[in-house]
């Protein structure tokens, strides 16, 4: 360090640097960029196909942010804060696929209502 | 023992110091739980998002080049928070105050456009009221527009400290702490154009 950094307080959450914040950002854009362009531009024939990409960017999108401008690593507060990313992300995913997981079958094993009346016995 | 003079006490330090850190910590802590708000409003607009009540579906309603175009905001003002904070690192206030303005534009910008898009919604008979999608579609997007909206209130009043106080020490930690929370909201934004506006419009 060209200079020494006085810190009064015992800052142990990592700061980032321009390097890092100027390649996160160029990742983030192209992975933004990409998935608008699959969609908008319909590049892949198959549906799922674009969709199963999509959200595979989305993803990568995602560690890409947290590690580069939210700056969690595993020495980040002594631990604590991956710790807690990664109890987050469980319950997050739990949260979610267990929502649509139960009303999908829901949905499926309900009555037929509305329109459907008209196919009941 | 001879010596009668009483042994020179010492102290073991058994616990960090928790100046900054635990606040840094204890922020992190409340965007989990703000990440876990948006997880539950995420699994409300996925259960309901086929909902359509006979109302428009994704395709005939989403504007993608205006998504684009908020996308490109929320992230160009990621880029320039982020130059704010490595601003604010070096000590050079009046960077720190310059950056934080350029990145209170990008996300004013970013509400403008998201209430010009819902005005349109609500003129064309797709408001909330119309369907379980287009319910969860306003209250997912517009729960992240009002974080946004309550991040430029936040930019503002740092401003006004930075103003009054310079960077000093505790500055440096609110600004750490509006960071946190300024890039937390791109990442709910990542969230919210892939699993809502481009995979509504293939669907």
């Not at chain 1, 908008?40 to 196909?49: K, N, R, S, T, Y």
């Not at chain 1, 997050?92 to 267990?98: R, T, Y």
Request: charge should be negative; hydrophobic fraction near 55%.
């Amino acid at each position: 360090m060209s200079k020494p950094h006085l810190h009064a307080h015992a800052d142990t959450h990592p700061h980032g640097t321009r390097r890092g914040y100027l390649l996160g950002f160029a990742a983030s854009a192209l992975l933004t960029a990409v998935p608008f362009w699959l969609v908008m531009a319909g590049v892949l024939a198959d549906v799922q196909a674009t969709a199963i990409a999509v959200i595979a960017l989305a993803f990568v999108q995602i560690v890409v942010h947290t590690v580069c401008f939210l700056h969690v690593n595993a020495r980040a507060e002594g631990g604590w804060t991956l710790l807690t990313t990664i109890f987050t992300v469980v319950i997050v995913a739990i949260v979610i696929a267990g929502s649509l997981w139960i009303m999908y079958h829901l949905n499926t094993n309900m009555m037929p209502m509305g329109d459907g009346m008209t196919d009941m016995p | 023992m001879t010596d009668t003079t009483a042994e020179k006490p010492i102290f073991y330090q058994l616990e960090e110091e928790h100046a900054a850190g635990a606040t840094g910590l204890g922020f992190w802590i409340y965007l989990m739980s703000d990440a876990l708000i948006f997880a539950t409003l995420f699994a409300t607009y996925g259960v309901l998002s086929t909902s359509y009540a006979g109302g428009p579906a994704p395709r005939q309603i989403f504007e993608l080049p205006l998504v684009a175009v908020n996308t490109a905001m929320l992230l160009l003002s990621s880029i320039t928070f982020g130059m704010a904070s490595i601003a604010a690192d070096e000590d050079r206030a009046g960077a720190t105050r310059l950056w934080l303005i350029v990145t209170a534009l990008f996300g004013a910008a970013f509400v403008g456009i998201e209430l010009y898009e819902f005005s349109t919604l609500i003129a064309e008979g797709a408001g909330p009221q119309r369907s379980g999608f287009l319910s969860g579609f306003f209250a997912l997007v517009g729960t992240h527009g009002l974080h946004v909206l309550s991040g430029l209130v936040w930019i503002a009043v740092m401003l006004a400290q930075l103003g009054q106080r310079g960077l000093i020490a505790e500055n440096k930690r609110r600004l750490m702490c509006l960071g946190m929370f300024w890039h937390l909201l791109d990442v709910v934004w990542i969230g919210v154009f892939t699993f809502v506006y481009l995979l509504g419009v293939l669907r």
